[in-house]
């Protein structure tokens, strides 16, 4: 049954979870510059220039592009050479649930950053957290309900891009009645 599934749909469905985890990871690559602008505002704070909420707007629009890009190229790749289903709307769609998601991947490390001052850590800690909610998407049956289930599972913004995508590329679907299974 499962070749005949692989012979319908010739990519795996994996390639979703793979393709959200890795870029979300990937995007804690602007994380040094973040920690120097950190530096920069705490001095800027203190002699009364801006405050937090100044930092934060700046922040946000000076990397919007670059989250943009980093989530257009890749997926453009990524969607056209796995073959999934056509359609500017799709691949619109398939786009903006990466840059949700290294958005809110940059914004979680910028809480750790905020919190943690020593750099390594703030890697570590940032990533642990990152691992633990996919973790709780992988392993949600296996592990003791009251962590993994109940807080974990439903606050990894993971479980809802992955939702999104599964639902983008298999609504609308319609299968052959002439293919038996």
């Not at 979703?16 to 602008?37: C, D, K, W």
Request: hydrophobic share 50%; net charge neutral.
């Amino acid at each position: 049954m499962m070749r005949r599934y692989l012979e319908l749909f010739p990519w795996n469905p994996v390639f979703f979870q793979n393709e959200a985890s890795f870029l979300t990871i990937m995007a804690i690559g602007g994380f040094p510059s973040f920690v120097e602008e950190m530096k920069i505002f705490g001095r800027e704070i203190l002699n009364g220039h801006y405050g937090a909420r100044a930092f934060v707007v700046g922040n946000i629009l000076s990397s919007t592009p670059y989250l943009l890009l980093i989530s257009l190229i890749p997926g453009a790749i990524a969607y056209y050479l796995v073959g999934l289903h056509g359609g500017s709307e799709r691949f619109v769609f398939f786009t903006l649930v990466f840059f949700a998601c290294m958005t809110l991947v940059e914004s979680l490390m910028m809480i750790v950053a905020s919190t943690v001052q020593n750099f390594l850590m703030v890697l570590i800690v940032g990533a642990g957290i990152q691992g633990l909610m996919m973790l709780s998407l992988w392993l949600p049956n296996d592990l003791p309900k009251i962590f993994w289930r109940y807080p974990l599972y439903y606050i990894a913004f993971h479980k809802y891009a992955y939702q999104g995508l599964y639902k983008n590329e298999f609504e609308r679907l319609i299968f052959p009645s002439n293919v038996q299974i």
